[in-house]
């Protein structure tokens, strides 16, 4: 039950693009399409923003995007704003039927 | 509006036991797999256990076998995490979570501390 790999930080400007990776193994994020991406700001609840590697909930802005290679899945920002300056979690379903989180990604809007 | 209110949290001793529970609203509670998931102060999102929408199947991450006890009253719409021998490792705030492959809908959260 080891957590998935995230780059600890990334940083980008304004109207930017930023992409934050989320490597696993065969047993979890390459294993199935159960991998979902989620928000959270200081002191508030996660917010999920992709499920099933590419699927956006209503609500969610289409500058969020996710997919997946083998076993590394990816989150995509596109056209970086402010509000986006935020901690990002990758999960993924496992083949002991638990959940797996990666250990999280500090996102930094210059 | 779907809603999840966790309470139960506060402050116990190493080796102390505490009862957690998830009050579900807006939402058909008994058709839904449910989630316990953690995180300790400062650190990243940790899952902790689920459990089948009529109770028949539970998980649990290897750190907790043993001690924590996930289970539901479909009938109150809630959800409960009884922990048991506790330890400080064990200090984060516990959230409840719809579903267990893609948790979307999340309570607010209840703290608990294991200290002395």
């Known amino acids: 039950q080891s957590a998935l790999t995230q780059p600890a930080s990334v940083s980008g400007s304004p109207g930017q693009s930023i992409t934050i990776s989320c490597t696993g193994t065969?047993?979890?994020?390459?294993?199935?399409?159960?991998v979902s991406w989620y928000q959270q700001y200081p002191g508030k609840a996660p917010k999920l923003m992709i499920s099933?590697?590419?699927n956006r909930p209503s609500g969610v802005p289409d500058r969020f995007s996710g997919s997946k290679s083998v076993n590394t899945a990816s989150l995509t920002i596109s056209g970086l704003q402010a509000e986006d300056e935020a901690d990002y979690y990758c999960?993924?379903?496992?083949?002991?039927?638990?959940?797996?989180f990666g250990g999280g990604t500090k996102l930094t809007v210059l | 509006e779907v809603q999840l209110v966790e309470s139960g949290g506060g402050l116990v001793q190493p080796g102390g036991s505490l009862r957690l529970s998830c009050a579900a609203s807006?939402?058909?509670?008994?058709?839904?797999?449910m989630s316990w998931v953690r995180q300790a102060p400062g650190k990243g999102l940790d899952w902790v256990a689920n459990?089948?929408?009529?109770?028949?199947?539970?998980y649990y991450v290897d750190s907790v076998k043993g001690r924590f006890t996930i289970s539901r009253d479909n009938a109150k719409n809630t959800l409960y995490l009884q922990m048991n021998s506790l330890r400080a490792e064990d200090t984060a705030v516990y959230y409840c979570?719809?579903?267990?492959?893609?948790?979307?809908?999340w309570g607010q959260g209840t703290l608990v501390t294991v200290s002395s």
């Open positions: 979570a719809r579903d267990r492959t893609r948790p979307n809908c």
């Open positions: 807006g939402f058909t509670f008994s058709g839904y797999w």
């Open positions: 459990i089948k929408p009529d109770g028949s199947e539970k």
């Open positions: 065969s047993s979890d994020v390459g294993g199935y399409n159960y």
């Open positions: 099933e590697v590419s």
């Open positions: 999960s993924s379903y496992t083949s002991s039927s638990t959940l797996v």
